[in-house]
């Protein structure tokens, strides 16, 4: 037998340092599994001393500027009531703090970030009027203006955004749409001609990157030859643009947003399901173009790969079969949801649109008539775009309405399932989608609940649970995932987080790879003087 040669210790030790640098390297270059990594790091937080008897704070993004924090107090000056405002920076150090005047009847209904400006919207407490006042304020907490809008029109708000120098006011006259525009400089109000159409809903009201604005109306009538209406002004409200598109016979549009131009293309994407229905059968798009006839491209939830990961695999699997069989019978689908769009984002490569399922789980017959509470298609004076009196980012947000506060607040209304992020090309055909499943959270509306970032070509998910942070990153290039669960790190290592109200906070993405994320604590230190204490906080909170 010729005996095996044994290399001298030396050189084995040289040969495990070169094959742990081959490794390492492989590893760096995202050829190996612990590439699919991620770091989630806590480097600021914000704490305030919270009472019982204080009004919750309301967090506002000014991007890379910092944050915004505003409540309404039970303080009065001069007969006016004190809104407090606090501006924070980056690093969540406050930089300055001030306290509004606010006449007591008037009430918050939206708030708008635009060019270096806070925008606060307030309709006026006379009785059976819709009229506003807009306070103006710089990100420094300047108060450069305000301005009285009165449209002398019986117009409910749904829709708050400002293009240019008017503030596009969206909204309904008498149960049909309108839009009017206010204009800063002249003080002028204007009705955009073209929006008073029976059993028609404006389901969006966007403002473009070069300060046009975008309208879409969706035909819900009962009639045939439907139609989805898509139009674009300029600040003045001149039309530039129109392109209408017909709606299938058996099928009906639930939702539906545009993108701003980031992008050469203008696109429409939301939900759609069977003919008058509440539930959604899947995604649709569509490319705008006024030139040529186009067709809605219509995506059902079981044509999708990741959607139904909320499920069973083995119910997700006959979902995805009986679709396939459907789709192929040219037959509408069963599986339904009910789904709600809350973000689209323009990239390199075309469209994502952030959406969450959730299930409806109490009766909330006792808020019939008020449009914000309901989860459901309201056709009148409701966008569900703007469930429990918000808009949602990039188009004026609308504050929580006064009786939504936490002394009258319904619990247990709605419980969300998943957050899905789907996306589309230029052409508006579905090119990949992904899912995070939300561990039974419940809301008193439907409020967003999970963010998400795009980073090169990993996707980051997170979602507030308790005094917890969820955290999915997804690898797409090498189709890997990974879940990890994060404390909130607390102001010191000596802290106890004792309890985290519920319904309270959330997360958001902030800028480039930082989220804030935000709630009300209650915390113990056995080393301090006050060794409990009720505090509203924010993390800021960077995934890499």
Request: aromatic share 12%.
């Amino acid at each position: 037998m010729t005996p095996i040669h044994q290399p001298s210790l030396p050189a084995r030790r040289f040969t495990m340092h070169l094959n742990r640098c081959i490794c390492i390297s492989l590893l760096l270059l995202g050829l190996g599994p612990a590439a699919v990594t991620a770091q989630i790091i806590q480097p600021n937080r914000f704490e305030k001393h919270q009472k019982n008897s204080d009004d919750y704070y309301n967090v506002i993004s000014l991007g890379p500027n910092g944050l915004a924090l505003f409540r309404e107090r039970d303080k009065f000056k001069n007969s006016n009531r004190i809104w407090e405002l606090t501006f924070l920076d980056t690093l969540l150090t406050e930089r300055k703090g001030l306290e509004l005047e606010i006449k007591e009847r008037n009430k918050m209904i939206g708030y708008e970030v635009h060019n270096g400006h806070l925008y606060f919207l307030f309709r006026t407490g006379e009785t059976n009027k819709n009229d506003f006042e807009l306070v103006d304020l710089t990100f420094g907490g300047d108060e450069v203006s305000r301005h009285d809008i009165k449209p002398d029109l019986d117009f409910k708000l749904t829709h708050f955004s400002k293009a240019g120098n008017s503030l596009a006011l969206g909204g309904y006259v008498n149960n049909e749409p309108a839009v009017i525009l206010y204009d800063l400089g002249s003080k002028g109000i204007k009705v955009v001609p073209g929006f008073f159409q029976k059993d028609t809903e404006l389901v969006d009201l966007r403002v473009n990157q070069n300060q046009t604005f975008n309208t879409v109306l969706i035909d819900r009538s009962t009639r045939d030859n439907r139609k989805l209406v898509l139009r674009t002004f300029d600040e003045s409200g001149k039309q530039l643009l129109e392109d209408v598109v017909p709606i299938d016979e058996e099928r009906s549009l639930i939702t539906g947003i545009t993108s701003t131009l980031e992008r050469e293309e203008l696109m429409i994407i939301g939900t759609w399901g069977e003919r008058n229905a509440k539930q959604a059968l899947g995604f649709y798009a569509i490319t705008v173009d006024p030139f040529s006839d186009q067709k809605i491209q219509y995506f059902s939830f079981g044509q999708l790969k990741h959607y139904l990961d909320y499920v069973s695999p083995k119910r997700a699997q006959r979902i995805k079969d009986n679709t396939k069989e459907d789709v192929a019978a040219n037959r509408l689908p069963n599986f339904t949801n009910y789904v709600m769009p809350f973000r689209i984002l323009e990239y390199n490569k075309g469209f994502l649109i952030l959406s969450e399922a959730y299930n409806p789980v109490s009766n909330m017959s006792a808020y019939n008539g008020n449009p914000y509470y309901s989860p459901f298609y309201n056709p009148y004076g409701f966008n569900p775009y703007y469930p429990g009196g918000y808009f949602y980012p990039g188009m004026g947000r609308m504050y929580r309405p006064a009786m939504y506060g936490p002394n009258m607040r319904p619990t247990e209304d709605i419980k969300s399932l998943e957050t899905t992020l789907v996306a589309f090309d230029a052409d508006g055909k579905v090119m990949w989608d992904e899912s995070f499943k939300l561990d039974e959270i419940k809301m008193p509306g439907v409020e967003q609940v999970a963010d998400f970032n795009l980073l090169g070509n990993r996707v980051f998910f997170i979602y507030k649970k308790e005094s917890d942070l969820k955290v999915k990153t997804i690898f797409l290039a090498e189709g890997d995932s990974q879940e990890i669960v994060e404390k909130i790190k607390p102001s010191s290592e000596l802290d106890e987080i004792r309890s985290d109200k519920e319904y309270e906070g959330g997360v958001r993405h902030w800028y480039k790879d930082a989220f804030y994320v935000w709630g009300y604590q209650t915390i113990r230190n056995a080393t301090l003087e006050d060794r409990v204490r009720d505090v509203f906080y924010i993390n800021k909170v960077v995934a890499r």
